[in-house]
Nanobody, 115 residues
Framework: QVQLVESGGGLVQPGGSLRLSCAAS????????MGWYRQAPGKEREFIAR???????NYASSAKGRFTNSRDNAKNTVYLQMTSLQPEDTAVYCC?????????WGQGTQVTVSS
């Protein structure tokens, strides 16, 4: 089992940056894949990025070039560095851990991009 706690969300102006953190309750080197998803009001949950234990990353087209997913095994934390944020990035961002056959989710952190 894994508990995930996100932090780092908030209000940012268009063009700004935020770094989200996801702290796990167990050593993340034991979690094959950790990722980030987001859900905007009235929309379905959307994949943003994932990172494997080996450090391989995948990004949604909406995130490529602007977002960076990283991990710190010593802190059992994964990060999502977001730059060039736009109003359409406004959503609740959730951390995900896949430990077969289960998916685990954090409670989410709100990101609002507005002037």
């Amino acid at each position: 089992q894994v508990q995930l706690v996100e932090s780092g969300g908030g209000l940012v102006q268009p063009g700004g940056s935020l770094r989200l953190s996801c702290a796990a309750s167990r050593a993340i080197y034991t979690i094959p894949v950790m990722g980030w998803y987001r859900q905007a009001p009235g929309k379905e949950r959307e994949f943003i990025a994932r990172i494997s234990t080996g450090g391989s990353t995948n990004y949604a087209s909406s995130a490529k070039g602007r977002f960076t997913n990283s991990r710190d095994n010593a802190k059992n934390t994964v990060y999502l560095q977001m730059t060039s944020l736009q109003p359409e990035d406004t959503a609740v961002y959730c951390c995900n851990a896949f430990v077969a056959p289960y998916d685990y989710w954090g409670q989410g952190t709100q990101v609002t991009v507005s002037s």
